[in-house]
């Protein structure tokens, strides 16, 4: 064998073995759902089913509500399509970490655990109060001012489990009984009707769900409706080092309220959700 | 052949060696991950009132910013490893992995240290900047202009390394500078240059100035109610630490949202600059 031969060889082998190496390196690279998307055209959303963010229709199955016509409007603007899954708040990290959704499209309250677990876009598109509603003929608490007064052995507290109501019992509640109410892919409502039965003296959610509860049942009075405890910042979830799609995301967020159609959207769907109030002006 | 088993064992070390550095290049910060794992949290401090106090006894710290971080390390189950740092070498601790977050507000986010660090967004806080002389130094009773003190003839004291001595680099061009460290030890140890006539004033944030004229009837917060150059304060992570960078400020927002962080303000008694924020109903 001649040296050329040799050195050919040795060559050759070793640049085998470094493309090799680096190929494995690119499999390690972190997300690029925005590079998926520009490829295949389709965005995997998940919703919880939680008006006025997102509304099923019983018959037709066919999804609605602010936060579908928000993605919707971003989709049409990249040429994408939106495939729609159902989770519930409990579920939706789990759903986002194994892949299931590239996106949780839903009023997520952007709280410090669920931090550790997903990447909220930033600044917090919605922040929502909570409030409660009791029976309007239950004589107990009509001098009650301050919601710590249901903290006690003998009240029932009905929440959604996962929701902002569940997080700030969870934290905040000592002697009260929690009922948690599993509203997945059904009427988002269904806890509160735990005190329209009598099977619980108070529900709390956030403000928007409690007041749509009470404007539909006479029989319940929404007690913090003109001042709800506990402001939440809430926003859209991606996975933790997608980065890129993260970005996008805020990008297209922000240009959504800039433009006005949040706003348009909130009057569309009638929601009672706060946002951060911007002026613009000539400096 | 011996020449070519000789080459091959070179190549595929030199193989070995390079696809262990694209490894090590390719492997990115993950902070998040790390206090997932082990629960704790590497943070410097610089000792600045109220900020970050230490208790002279104990050696306890206390304050705005350690109360913040030890709140969000409380809600993920995490522990807090305090490390004090200096206004000279927080950039070195936070890069060399001695911290995982500068958790000082007063740290000014200005240009030139983020291309060192990654500050979190929206800045927590926002400083102008004063300045103290002597009561009885009447030289300087009908001054109105921060410039009008840079004369060959004043002599200024700074905190080394900080918002002052940045100001004073770009702004001053006559004015003989005493630049004073404060590591580790008392931050407004260069304002004592001022009550002891070896310097005729002080530059530095409204919150070290204000904190000084206060514990001090001998010297005058000449700009309190009208500081000058506003400069936005923050934390900071090193810059490729997406994740963690990306936790801290939702952490942050979450705190600020829920009224979390003006509680710990009046806590401490201080008066802080912030963004004016406002939630509405579209």
Redesign the interface.
């Known amino acids: 064998m001649t040296k050329h031969v040799a050195w050919l060889m040795v060559v050759s082998i070793s640049l085998v073995l470094f493309n090799s190496c680096s190929s494995k390196s690119n499999l390690v690279q972190s997300d690029d759902t925005l590079d998926h998307i520009r490829r295949t055209g389709q965005i995997d959303a998940c919703t919880v089913i939680y008006p006025p963010y997102a509304i099923k229709d019983s018959k037709t199955g066919k999804l609605s509500g602010e936060c579908i016509d928000m993605l919707e409007i971003i989709a049409q603007k990249m040429n994408a399509k939106v495939v729609w899954h159902e989770t519930t708040f409990g579920n939706a990290a789990a759903d986002l970490a194994s892949g299931r959704c590239d996106i949780m499209a839903q009023g997520f309250n952007s709280n410090i655990p669920r931090a550790m677990a997903v990447a909220f876009t930033l600044p917090a598109i919605w922040f929502a109060g909570e409030s409660g509603v009791i029976r309007k003929n239950d004589e107990r608490f009509k001098n009650v001012r301050d919601i710590y007064e249901f903290d006690k052995p003998d009240i029932t507290i009905a929440v959604p489990t996962g929701e902002a109501g569940d997080v700030f019992v969870t934290e905040h509640f000592k002697h009260a009984k929690i009922k948690r109410i599993d509203v997945e892919s059904s009427d988002i409502s269904r806890f509160c009707l735990e005190v329209s039965a009598g099977r619980a003296d108070i529900a709390i959610a956030d403000q928007n769900t409690i007041a749509l509860f009470a404007e539909q049942h006479p029989e319940v009075i929404d007690l913090f409706h003109d001042r709800p405890f506990s402001l939440n910042p809430a926003s859209w979830a991606v996975r933790q080092g997608d980065v890129k799609w993260l970005h996008f995301m805020e990008t297209a967020l922000q240009f959504l309220d800039t433009q006005g159609a949040l706003a348009q959207l909130d009057h569309k769907y009638h929601a009672n959700l706060m946002h951060l109030a911007k002026q613009y002006k000539l400096q | 052949?011996k020449?070519?088993l000789c080459?091959?064992q070179v190549?595929?070390l030199?193989?070995l060696v390079?696809?262990a550095k694209?490894?090590q290049d390719?492997q990115?910060v993950d902070t998040?991950d790390r206090i997932?794992q082990t629960g704790i949290i590497e943070a410097c401090v610089i000792p600045e009132p109220p900020f970050v106090i230490k208790n002279a006894k104990t050696g306890v710290l206390s304050g705005l910013d350690v109360d913040t971080l030890n709140l969000?390390a409380e809600?993920?189950n995490a522990k807090v490893h305090w490390h004090e740092s200096g206004i000279n070498n927080f950039i070195a601790d936070v890069q060399s992995g001695r911290c995982d977050v500068l958790a000082q507000s007063s740290l000014f986010a200005i240009i030139p240290r983020a291309m060192a660090l990654a500050f979190t967004?929206?800045p927590l806080i926002y400083v102008g900047l004063t300045a103290i002389i002597r009561k009885n130094d009447t030289r300087f009773k009908n001054f109105k202009n921060i410039m009008e003190f840079d004369r060959p003839d004043i002599t200024v004291a700074i905190n080394t390394g900080a918002a002052g001595d940045l100001w004073v680099k770009e702004h001053f061009k006559k004015a003989q500078i005493k630049r004073i460290d404060t590591d580790a030890a008392d931050a407004t140890r260069f304002c004592v240059e001022v009550s002891a006539g070896r310097a005729d004033l002080a530059i530095d944030g409204v919150d070290d100035i204000g904190y000084y004229a206060s514990q001090h009837p001998e010297v005058i917060d000449l700009f309190r109610d009208h500081p000058f150059s506003l400069t936005p304060g923050s934390w900071a992570v090193r810059q490729d630490d997406?994740?963690w960078l990306?936790?801290l400020?939702?952490?942050l927002?979450?705190?600020d949202?829920?009224?979390t962080i003006t509680q710990l303000e009046k806590k401490y008694n201080t008066h802080l600059l912030h963004l004016v924020?406002?939630?509405?109903?579209?």
């Open positions: 052949m020449v070519f080459l091959l190549a595929l030199l193989t390079a696809c694209i490894s390719t990115t998040l997932r969000i809600k993920i967004e929206p997406v994740k990306h936790f400020e939702t952490a927002q979450f705190l949202t829920q009224g924020k406002e939630y509405k109903l579209q």
